[in-house]
C-alpha cells in the first residue's frame, strides 16, 4: 500500500532533504522513524529535493508498506519518534496510481529577508539580512517580468541534472510589513518546477534590483542563458518550500 504525507522542518541542522552517508538529513531521519514504525527497511520518496538549510511548512513524501495502522494515524505516530526539527502535518492512504515526483504539480516558495539596524534574533534562523532597504515598488515590477514561461538556464547553480530549463512561473510576488522597527520582505513565488538554487538567485536579483539595478541584466540572462548577469545566490536560510499541490487532491478536500 501506498502513504503520501505531508511534513514540515526547520532545515537549520539538516544537510538538505536527500539521503547522504555520514550526514543528517530530512530523508534519512525520515527512515529511521519509518523503519521503527513499519518494523523493517521502507525508502521515503520526496516530491523534490531541498538543499541544506533550506526549510519545509509543505513538502509531500510517500512510502510503500504494509501495517495495521490507519492511513490519518500515522502521523501521530510519526511525531512521537521523529526530532522536534521535523513534524509530519498529514498522512493518508495514496490514491491508485499516485507518484509523488510524477504526477503535475506546482509549488510554492517564499524568501525571507529584513532590514534593521542591527540583527533581529528571533528572526535570524528564518530570513537574511539586508545592507539596506530595497525600492518594494521597483521589484514588484521585476516580478512582473519573471511571471510566466521563460527559459531560466541562467537561473541554476552550478551541478543542476535538469533536462530542460524552460519553466513557467504561475505567479512572482514581494510583499513588505513593518514589525518592531524592522521592515520584513518576502519574496513568494509559486511554478510548475525550479532548477538548483534557482529561487535563492532570483531573489538575489530581485533585491538588486530593489537596490537599484537596472532591470536590462535580467532580461539579457534571459536571453543568453549567462550566469554571471545575476546577482549571487541568496543563502539557504531565507528559503521556505511553502506547499506543493497535485491537480488531483492527496488528502481528499485539498493538498
Keep these: 500500500m501506498r502513504y503520501v504525507l505531508s511534513l514540515s522542518y526547520d532545515g ?26 513499519f518494523r523493517g527497511e521502507v525508502k521515503i520518496t520526496g516530491s523534490g529535493r531541498t538543499d541544506a538549510g533550506v526549510h519545509a511548512l509543505g513538502q509531500i513524501c510517500q512510502l510503500d508498506g504494509e501495517t495495521n495502522i490507519p492511513a490519518e494515524k500515522l ?28 504526477a503535475k504539480k506546482k509549488k510554492t516558495y517564499v524568501y525571507r529577508a529584513y532590514f534593521a539596524e542591527s540583527e ?11 545592507p539596506q ?3 518594494l515598488a521597483s521589484m514588484q515590477a521585476a516580478c512582473a517580468l519573471v511571471t510566466g514561461e521563460h527559459d531560466f538556464a541562467a537561473f541554476r547553480a552550478t551541478g543542476s541534472s535538469a533536462k530542460t530549463t524552460v519553466r513557467t512561473l504561475y505567479s512572482a510576488s514581494c510583499r513588505a510589513r513593518e514589525e ?27 533585491f538588486q ?11 539579457r540572462a534571459f536571453e543568453t542563458g549567462e550566469r554571471k548577469l545575476l546577482a549571487s545566490t541568496m543563502p539557504a536560510k531565507g528559503l521556505t518550500l511553502l506547499k506543493t499541490e497535485y491537480e488531483t487532491p492527496v488528502f481528499g478536500g485539498g493538498d
Design 180 to 206: 518592531e522597527g524592522a521592515t520584513h520582505y518576502e519574496i513568494e513565488v509559486c511554478g510548475n518546477g525550479f532548477l538548483y538554487n534557482m529561487v535563492r538567485i532570483l531573489a538575489g536579483e530581485l
Design 133 to 135: 532597504k530595497p525600492d
Design 209 to 219: 534590483i530593489g537596490f537599484g539595478k537596472n532591470t536590462d541584466s535580467m532580461l
Design 75 to 102: 502521523r501521530e505516530c510519526f511525531n512521537r519518534i521523529l526530532p522536534p526539527d521535523v513534524r509530519i502535518l498529514k498522512s493518508a492512504r495514496a490514491y491508485e496510481g499516485f507518484d509523488c515526483t510524477r
Design 120 to 130: 533581529l534574533p528571533l528572526s535570524e534562523r528564518f530570513a537574511v539580512r539586508l
Design 12 to 37: 537549520t541542522e539538516f544537510s538538505g532533504w536527500q539521503k547522504q552517508s555520514n550526514a543528517r538529513t530530512v530523508q534519512s531521519v525520515l527512515e529511521e522513524a519509518v523503519a521503527e514504525i
